[in-house]
């Protein structure tokens, strides 16, 4: 199943994550003491380091972090938000933090950084948890020679309060379910259209029968890295899908260029809803 991943995590911690990370004072959790042995902290792959930009002066005001597909898609969405939350500015061509690679790309407005990574049709998918191709909630990943498993649960308060946006919004359909992540685009998500295909359709056909009776709800190869990071760093964090076609009757996109477009906007449309009431409800009690 493809689709647009657009994922949102709030740097404010509940009580839970609280009692989770009570050893950690930050509102995010960096559990590695070498990083206060460096003079300076080169981030390679966004361009950036403390020794040459002021973090804290470019990112101290952040809250909330969408981190979605190409560069063009995640530049549209900071234009898209900015107007939404009505600090659009005319003259801003809101150039591209990370200009310096190729990697990623990076925009920002107010609280908001928008971020691109190389990464039933229509149905807006908000992931319960996200699952490996065995169906099961885990990321695993080998550190010294040895495989660490975590866990890729997501925060479910969040889920909801994200359900309920689109609720109020009525728009779309939504649904809450868990997310395949998967390490390829063709086998590793029975697809019968790549170049290397070892299985016929009957067997396509009852692995993702399997995938629906354990609860998948969409497909992609970004989740699980992001919620177990989220998880282990005690963020508050959501993954926002859309379905753009249904994988039990084809492999194939057969949507007009205008429909999946606007299929790919629904993320969007959601994610800054949830942005807007939340920054109300922030102004209300100040």
């Not at 659009?88 to 950084?113: F, H, Q, W």
């Not at 309920?164 to 390829?184: A, H, P, R, Y």
Request: hydrophobic content about 40%; glycine content about 6%; proline content about 3%.
């Amino acid at each position: 199943m493809r689709e647009l991943l657009c994922s949102l995590f709030s740097r404010n911690m509940d009580q839970r994550d609280e009692k989770k990370n009570q050893q950690c004072s930050r509102p995010v959790c960096v559990h590695n003491p070498h990083l206060d042995a460096l003079k300076d902290d080169i981030l390679y792959h966004f361009s950036l380091g403390t020794g040459s930009h002021n973090l804290q002066a470019m990112f101290g005001d952040v809250k909330f972090v969408c981190v979605g597909g190409s560069p063009w898609r995640m530049k549209s969405f900071i234009e898209f938000i900015a107007a939404e939350l009505t600090m659009e500015d005319p003259k801003s061509e809101y150039p591209n933090i990370c200009a310096g690679t190729d990697r990623y790309a990076m925009y920002k407005v107010g609280p908001v950084l928008s971020v691109s990574v190389r990464l039933e049709p229509g149905t807006v998918v908000i992931t319960e948890q996200s699952v490996d191709a065995t169906f099961l909630p885990k990321f695993e990943q080998v550190i010294l020679g040895k495989m660490v498993v975590r866990n890729t649960d997501l925060d479910q308060s969040l889920a909801q309060e994200l359900l309920q946006c689109s609720k109020e919004l009525n728009q779309f359909e939504t649904v809450i379910g868990n997310t395949m992540c998967t390490l390829d685009f063709y086998e590793g998500q029975a697809r019968l259209d790549g170049a290397f295909c070892s299985y016929t359709e009957a067997d396509k056909q009852e692995y993702l029968i399997k995938a629906k009776e354990a609860g998948v709800c969409n497909i992609e190869m970004e989740s699980s890295v992001f919620a177990a990071m989220c998880k282990l760093s005690g963020l508050r964090a959501a993954v926002v899908c859309v379905a753009l076609l249904d994988r039990l009757k084809g492999d194939q996109l057969s949507s007009s260029h205008e429909v999946l477009h606007s299929y790919q906007l629904r993320p969007q449309i959601l994610v800054s809803s949830y942005i807007k009431k939340q920054l109300k409800a922030k102004a209300e009690h100040i």
